[in-house]
């Protein structure tokens, strides 16, 4: 494999196997480098500004149309969404933009069923705080959880093992609940604008390592990753409409364009995606890798999904798949986030009953 994708396969590997037996001190920085990127860092965060907004409240029922037009209507499937600002939806003004609302909406649309989002993702959040996250979730039953996680504590300067290790304990307690889990893998920091070099190299170097550190945590745990980092990435760098006001968290294109990456795991984690019906593209090279090294091709990859392939021994293997993306159901313009939806199946209107879904 290139060189740089072997280097990211054996760190991450290193980082997982520290997260796994609790191992700690695994640095990824020279010493001599930390006063310089430290400096950096607080001229990025100026040059960042803060958003003076917070994440509208997405929380309800989306897709009720289909449970009108069934003869034999279904409880809805429950979504939760945790994470960080990414996760919440910081960054839009309108509930329908952020991407939980976008994914409820897009899978309501697939499964022609309704669907209840919980999303108590937070702005500021960190890995540390998924295990909090989950106590406000668990109860509401999910059939399927998506996590987007990682951002801050590569910016906070969390240990990366411990960051590891905190996802990968959620997203056992998620599957020991019977919750299906789509992980959004840390995204590609160096292509923050206000960033300069060297920070910037660095930043797209360690969000790599725990993108792919994070996918092999993730896959041993009995989920599956979609890669963001390339997605946030060039098509990012390249168009910053992608991007709020802060030229730091995405905007509601961006978020679209996230969400669409991320849609057809969800649906094909709940069996709602039929091969034969929407293929999947070959990744270049082998589809089917171990662990670590799926792991490090995918943290390149946009969109690209990771996932276990069941198999006898004590070998862990993992398949990457590029999956066909679908459009999303697009927000209804002049509805406020407690507004029922009464339109068009799989619209982005959330019900009365909206929660926890503030930063």
């Keep these: 494999m290139p060189g740089a ?159 590891v290790r905190q996802l990968g304990e959620a997203v056992a307690a998620l599957r020991a609940n019977g919750c299906e889990v789509v992980v959004g893998t840390c995204p590609d920091l160096g292509t923050i604008k206000p960033v300069r070099p060297p920070l910037r190299w660095v930043a797209r170097r360690l969000s790599r390592q725990l993108a792919a550190a994070q996918t092999i945590a993730v896959v041993e745990a009995g989920g599956r990753t979609v890669s963001l980092g390339s997605l946030l990435g060039p098509e990012f760098a390249a168009r910053p409409e992608m991007f709020a006001a802060d030229r730091y968290h995405p905007s509601a294109q961006g978020y679209a364009t996230a969400a669409m990456a991320v849609l057809p795991s969800v649906c094909a984690v709940l069996g709602l995606w039929p091969e034969e019906e929407r293929p999947t593209t070959a990744v270049p090279g082998a589809a089917v890798l171990p662990v670590a090294v799926a792991a490090a091709a995918a943290a390149g990859r946009e969109g690209t999904e990771v996932a276990a392939v069941p198999t006898e021994g004590a070998g862990r293997w993992a398949q990457l798949r590029h999956r066909l993306r679908i459009g999303l159901p697009g927000p209804e313009s002049g509805k406020e986030a407690g507004a029922r939806p009464g339109g068009a199946p799989g619209n982005t209107s959330a019900s009365s009953h909206a929660g926890a879904g503030d930063a």
């Design 5 to 163: 994708q072997h280097s990211r396969a054996r760190v991450a590997r290193r980082i997982a196997t520290a997260a796994a037996y609790g191992g700690g001190g695994l640095g990824l920085l020279g010493v001599g480098l930390v006063g310089l990127l430290l400096t950096e860092s607080k001229l990025a965060i100026q040059a960042i500004g803060v958003l003076e907004t917070h994440p509208p409240r997405a929380d309800g029922v989306y897709g009720e149309a289909f449970a009108d037009r069934s003869a034999a209507p279904q409880a809805p499937l429950v979504l939760a969404v945790l994470g960080d600002s990414t996760g919440a939806g910081l960054g839009v003004a309108r509930s329908g933009e952020t991407p939980g609302a976008l994914l409820a909406a897009g899978l309501a649309s697939v499964a022609e069923r309704p669907v209840r989002l919980v999303n108590v993702a937070r702005s500021g959040g960190r890995s540390a705080d998924l295990s909090g996250q989950l106590e406000q979730a668990l109860p509401h039953h999910p059939d399927v959880a998506v996590i987007m996680i990682g951002a801050n504590d590569v910016t906070r300067h969390s240990p990366a093992q411990l960051a």
